[in-house]
């Protein structure tokens, strides 16, 4: 398996711009999380997902933050508008229960 | 909301010496990891402890679980330069598949 991949690794866009993130989960796995790392925040989860359905979303930062799962293999954290506060690395990771898989994250930078 | 807490949060120690990571989270969980994170790349999974008194080892690198504590270690011994990373602890909540993160130790080992 070629693991959780996300797209792109990194991505530079600047203030006001909409930023979509891409996650693909490892195969028969039914859980899906989004984090976010910054150097002052540490690790955050944003948002995770059970069999395609968001269960909690209280990490998410604002209105301009969105996630979707229209399908077991694929999931988009999108970002609009986009602000510097935002730079930051984002990881998804997918776990078939008892243990997370992380995928390389995206380097997200906001000018 | 489980709490998972990590000391110290930074960890200078020479080749050669021991020393122990400390997690300690706040509600029952029976479930217990123990993650690397090298700089700039995604988390990677050490160990996976999923009952009262677990340990595990690999290499240089122990951990163990202790669920009435609610306490878990990572015990290095006779560090090496190798290790230097950071080490994060994770809890899953009992009821969920959530998983609530430490701040991470960041560990240098000193020639």
């Known amino acids: 398996d070629a693991g959780v991949i996300q797209s792109p690794r990194h991505e530079v866009t600047e203030m006001g711009q909409e930023v979509t993130l891409r996650c693909k989960p490892i195969?028969?796995?039914?859980?899906l999380f989004w984090y976010r790392q910054t150097m002052m925040r540490g690790l955050e989860l944003l948002i995770y997902?059970?069999?395609?359905?968001?269960?909690?979303d209280s990490g998410m930062p604002e209105d301009r933050f969105s996630a979707k799962m229209p399908n077991a293999s694929f999931s988009t954290l999108k970002i609009q508008p986009s602000e510097p506060r935002d730079s930051a690395v984002y990881f998804c990771a997918s776990s078939p229960y008892d243990e997370q898989y992380f995928g390389p994250g995206t380097r997200l930078t906001v000018t | 909301e489980l709490k998972v807490e990590q000391n110290p949060l930074f960890l200078s120690m020479q080749e050669g010496k021991n020393y122990t990571i400390y997690c300690n989270y706040s509600?029952?969980?029976?479930?217990l990891y123990w993650y690397r994170q090298d700089p700039g790349k995604s988390l990677e999974s050490l160990f996976v402890l999923l009952s009262n008194g677990a340990v595990k080892q690999e290499g240089r690198l122990m951990a163990s679980l202790d669920t009435k504590a609610r306490l878990s270690t990572l015990h290095i011994t006779a560090a090496v330069h190798d290790l230097s990373a950071t080490y994060f602890c994770a809890a899953s909540s009992n009821t969920g598949n959530q998983f609530y993160f430490g701040t991470g130790t960041s560990l240098t080992v000193i020639p």
């Open positions: 195969s028969g796995h039914n859980s």
């Open positions: 509600t029952t969980s029976d479930r």
């Open positions: 997902f059970n069999n395609n359905v968001p269960i909690d």
